[in-house]
């Protein structure tokens, strides 16, 4: 098996360092997390994600919501109505990032604060 080395005498498998990346690269984007944070909590419709996540734009929403449903972690539901409705929600993968986003935040603020 290939090895990698990451810092000195630490070694690292390099299908687990794939692994890595094929993970980071699914949830990796600037709004993502925050687009999964909130689906967590609750089903949200297209204008609603666009008004609470300041500094989003339209296109870049659009984008990385189907990302993340190409990804298998975003549904899109589509009513047929007049205005069309279209609806997001989580997944299970969803649902099972719930703790890593968690953690990720309580290290935010255990470290994160006092660099900023």
Do not use: C
């Not at 794939?18 to 297209?46: N, S, V």
């Not at 549904?75 to 069309?84: C, D, L, N, S």
């Not at 309580?106 to 900023?116: L, V, Y």
């Amino acid at each position: 098996m290939i090895k990698m080395t990451i810092a000195k005498n630490r070694e690292v498998k390099a299908d687990e360092y794939a692994d890595l990346r094929k993970a980071l690269t699914m949830i990796a984007g600037k709004w993502k997390l925050e687009i999964l944070w909130l689906l967590y909590h609750r089903t949200h419709r297209f204008g609603e994600l666009l008004r609470t996540i300041p500094g989003v734009t339209q296109h870049m929403l659009t984008r990385q919501l189907r990302e993340l449903e190409a990804d298998g972690l975003v549904t899109r539901k589509v009513f047929a109505e007049v205005p069309p409705r279209v609806e997001y929600s989580m997944t299970e993968a969803t649902k099972a990032l719930e703790p890593t986003i968690k953690s990720l935040m309580e290290w935010w603020q255990k470290f994160g604060k006092a660099e900023s």
